[in-house]
């Protein structure tokens, strides 16, 4: 075994422990980064297709206020183009399609009018969550006790606005809104600057995405660090004592005086800690699993939808997919749906066969979109809680009665030991933005601790 020594071991070469690591180094410190994998990015993977357009499969899009992601694709020399969505929407429910124009909505006045209390009342309750601390809200353990689908069922009147509020869930958690505490879904919708900002396209959070894709963000601050980080070294245990930290992967020992763990916590939770873990942040790493999506792609040579006014976005009663976008390249030299099943659907689908999604996607675009959707030239897909270095996503979610249990454990630092990731973010939690800002959090952290 290779013994090394550096100041800071950042575990995780994702967006979260690539920033926190560059931020000690441009202060001075010398910091190793441990990447599991033979690639950096994590939960973002770009793929370039033969005719070399470039699909995302893990995070792609960027909302205007996510200022990291923007300044950073901006320094890397990242360009970045509006997500399609001229023309008309599809609803495609029990076999049958109708269109809607704009935000998706009811075809009577009390169903719409039910929908949008139900926003406005979302909308308030996470504007008044206090994104540091969510278990100090006046409400939050009555919040915390409740699902969800709780919420949806005492907030929303109409069978269509339970339908899409339900709906909506695992667009944005990838879980059943039934598995989520009303506290941290509110929290969430809090970080992100609201419902509408989090699930609206035009300056919302999936207005904008990457010409190379989303993992160059990585990639570029990566190459930055240069030999600083380490591939194929999975952490397995980390041991502290009075004087630091000794960190051991298969094949290195690395001695530092501290450590930032950078991963979700569902997987912080799988490294051995020497001491053990406090009770209590052990417990929060079993209280936030991971949601379950799987991304398709299907390639068409042209958008061709966009001919009978479809802007490709589609919301479907199917389980593969039960959500569609133009995922078309800018300059639409070929068509692309983005099809994502997740929460349950995924969970049902996740031991079929790639070649059985692959023929209900189809089955599903063809029913969206007309017989043309029937001969894709290419299908992709990845299935991300079949990831041994991401067992799932789009992040870890809190389950009911965590946050106000666990939630004082999710930063603070144990002894030597930080923690970053997208989870620990108070901004843009679960996104790329998120991952950055919690990256910065944990270096400043440990740059105080260094110099004192
Ligand atoms: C399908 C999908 C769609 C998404 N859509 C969007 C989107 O459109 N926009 C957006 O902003 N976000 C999106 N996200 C979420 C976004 O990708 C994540 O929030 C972000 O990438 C998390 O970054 P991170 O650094 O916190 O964690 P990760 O990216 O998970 O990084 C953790 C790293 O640690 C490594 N690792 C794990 N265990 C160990 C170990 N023991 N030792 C060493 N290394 C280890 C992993 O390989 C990984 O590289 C999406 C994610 C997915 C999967």
Redesign the pocket.
């Known amino acids: 075994m290779e013994t090394r020594a550096c100041e800071v071991v950042v575990?995780?070469?994702?967006?979260?422990?690539?920033k926190a690591a560059r931020q000690l180094v441009e202060s001075g410190v010398d910091a190793l980064v441990?990447?599991?994998?033979d690639?950096?990015?994590?939960?973002?993977?770009s793929q370039t297709l033969v005719n070399g357009v470039t699909i995302?499969?893990?995070?792609?899009?960027?909302?205007p206020t996510?200022y990291r992601?923007l300044s950073l694709a901006q320094e890397l020399g990242l360009g970045i183009f509006p997500t399609y969505e001229d023309g008309d929407g599809v609803v495609f429910q029990g076999g049958e399609r109708s269109f809607f124009s704009g935000r998706t909505d009811a075809d009577d006045p009390v169903s719409s009018a039910d929908v949008k209390q139900g926003r406005l009342k979302l909308e308030a309750l996470a504007a008044s969550i206090p994104l540091e601390a969510p278990w100090t809200h006046p409400d939050a353990q009555a919040l915390d006790r409740i699902t969800y689908a709780d919420w949806i069922e005492q907030n929303l009147t109409t069978d269509f606005g339970r339908w899409l509020f339900n709906f909506n869930a695992p667009g944005v958690f990838s879980v059943d809104a039934s598995e989520l505490s009303m506290l941290h879904v509110a929290f969430y919708f809090g970080a992100g600057g609201g419902f509408g900002v989090v699930t609206g396209t035009r300056g919302g959070?999936?207005d904008s995405r990457f010409h190379e894709g989303?993992q160059q963000l990585?990639i570029g601050l990566a190459k930055g660090l240069g030999e600083r980080v380490l591939l194929n070294?999975?952490?397995?245990r980390i041991r502290q004592d009075d004087e630091g930290v000794t960190v051991w992967?298969d094949e290195l020992e690395i001695r530092a005086k501290r450590v930032i763990v950078?991963?979700?916590p569902t997987?912080a939770g799988?490294?051995r800690y020497q001491p053990a873990l406090p009770a209590l942040r052990d417990a929060l790493t079993q209280r936030m699993p991971m949601g379950t999506?799987i991304?398709m792609m299907l390639v068409y040579d042209r958008p061709f939808w966009r001919d009978g006014g479809l802007s490709g976005f589609a919301l479907t009663d199917c389980d593969v997919p039960q959500l569609i976008y133009d995922n078309s390249p800018e300059d639409g030299s070929c068509g692309i749906l983005l099809g994502?099943t997740e929460g349950l659907p995924a969970r049902r689908w996740i031991a079929e066969s790639a070649e059985a999604r692959r023929a209900e996607a189809i089955r599903t675009a063809v029913g969206c979109f007309g017989s043309e959707a029937g001969s894709p030239r290419d299908f992709i897909e990845?299935s991300?809680m079949e990831e041994e270095?991401?067992r799932g996503?789009?992040?870890g979610t809190m389950t009911p009665g965590s946050w106000t249990t666990f939630g004082t454990a999710l930063r603070a630092p144990v002894g030597r030991i930080h923690w970053?990731?997208?989870?620990t973010a108070t901004y843009?939690n679960?996104?790329?933005?998120?991952?950055l800002q919690?990256?910065e959090r944990a270096a400043a952290e440990v740059i105080e601790a260094v110099r004192n």
């Open positions: 575990i995780g070469g994702g967006a979260s422990g690539l441990l990447e599991a994998r690639r950096v990015g994590g939960r973002t993977l995302d499969l893990g995070g792609q899009w960027v909302a996510q992601v959070g999936q989303m990585s070294q999975v952490a397995g992967t950078a991963l979700s997987l799988r490294i999506a991304k994502f990845k991300w270095f991401s996503c789009y992040a970053a990731g997208t989870e843009w679960g996104y790329v933005e998120g991952a919690a990256g």
